[in-house]
């Protein structure tokens, strides 16, 4: 006999994220989820909005590595609540690795929870954590070919931020190609450049994040699978 | 590794819809939609399946994809194309103004399980 499923694959782990989305939301917490390549800027541009909020908004960050404990070191050195996950060999977080993560963290007064995934453009795109929104962070020195190139992490994020734009006189990064690729991809996604080093830029995506904290508890905007 | 969690994935998926059915049967086909532009590869895909399925209750099952292809939908010329990968203007027109539509799915479509009149022949008066 034939059972007729037609559900998704991932099911197991989209309720898990529900999960995770629902104990967010009801603590009043935005979670967003911080994809890109290995070495493309993630921590730095996380330090970054950390070195600009101060203490306005309180943040909590969960790193996911294959292995070591390097970035949540880095994170707590700001003085910011950090949890490390190694996923010992996978190559993104899945939602029941953040569920775990969420009952060791603790989420009281915290605005903001930042989940820095594994380095990767490919995987991470289709596992949803229960974040409420989805960055993606491309740096120039990486090629403004890859939005054409991994499209269904550029399709899934509602923000996509060029980082270590301060190279960009010394690579050929077409700026304006790699926009308008974005915006043929997804066209709702906001696009930001920064210099994360420098601080260039870093206002903006604090504010974008500032106006989703303060549209609403219940209304952060959602991620997950489109 | 990451088609070896999805293939993982699946598996889970298959019991659980057993069970949902009260089924105890060898499974001997699983069938799968995997959209084009899922980023999933089908190949590694097989390849996991297979090296996951021994000793669990797909073991010898043969594995149907399904490879849906996305549209492009123009905004130009108003035409919908079927597209098996990414495009940056419509196959039609060639304009830009386009967006892309569904191709992203990860489905288990249907499980085929020997049931109980497979395994024994109706009986004859």
Not at chain 1, 8 to 35: E, T, Y
Not at chain 1, 158 to 186: E, H
Request: a negative charge; charged letters at 20%; aromatic letters at 4%.
């Amino acid at each position: 006999m034939r059972i007729v499923a037609a559900k998704k694959i991932l099911k197991a782990n989209d309720q898990v994220a529900a999960k995770n989305r629902d104990l967010l939301s009801g603590a009043g917490v935005c979670c967003v989820n911080v994809l890109g390549s290995p070495g493309s800027g993630k921590t730095t541009f996380i330090e970054a909005l950390l070195k600009h909020f101060g203490g306005r908004i309180r943040a909590a960050v969960i790193e996911g590595d294959i292995a070591g404990t390097i970035d949540a070191e880095r994170i707590e050195a700001l003085g910011v609540p950090a949890l490390q996950i190694n996923t010992e060999g996978a190559c993104h977080l899945d939602a029941p690795m953040v569920a775990a993560a969420l009952r060791e963290l603790d989420l009281n007064g915290v605005q903001l929870l930042f989940i820095e995934n594994v380095g990767n453009l490919v995987c991470p795109a289709s596992f949803d954590l229960g974040e409420h929104l989805r960055i993606v962070v491309l740096s120039v020195s990486e090629g403004d070919d890859k939005a054409v190139k991994y499209p269904a992490v550029f399709q899934s994020a509602q923000a996509v931020c060029i980082t270590k734009t301060d190279l960009s006189p010394y690579i050929d990064f077409n700026l304006s190609r790699i926009m308008a690729d974005v915006r043929r991809l997804n066209p709702g996604a906001s696009c930001f450049q920064v210099a994360a080093l420098r601080g260039e830029g870093v206002p903006a995506v604090a504010e974008w994040l500032a106006e989703h904290l303060h549209t609403g508890r219940s209304d952060f905007g959602h991620s997950g699978q489109k | 590794m990451h088609e070896l969690a999805i293939a993982e994935a699946v598996i889970e998926q298959v019991q659980r819809e057993l069970h949902r059915a009260g089924q105890r049967g060898r499974v001997h086909r699983v069938e799968l939609s995997i959209g084009r532009l899922s980023g999933v590869n089908c190949d590694s895909l097989r390849f996991a399946f297979d090296l996951l399925a021994p000793g669990t209750i797909v073991e010898g099952a043969t594995l149907h994809i399904n490879q849906p292809t996305a549209t492009c939908v123009c905004r130009a010329c108003g035409k919908r194309t079927p597209i098996e990968e990414l495009v940056v203007s419509c196959p039609a027109c060639n304009s830009e103004q386009i967006s892309i539509e569904g191709g992203r799915d990860l489905l288990l479509q249907s499980v085929d399980v020997e049931g109980p009149c497979e395994s024994s022949p109706p009986r004859k008066f």
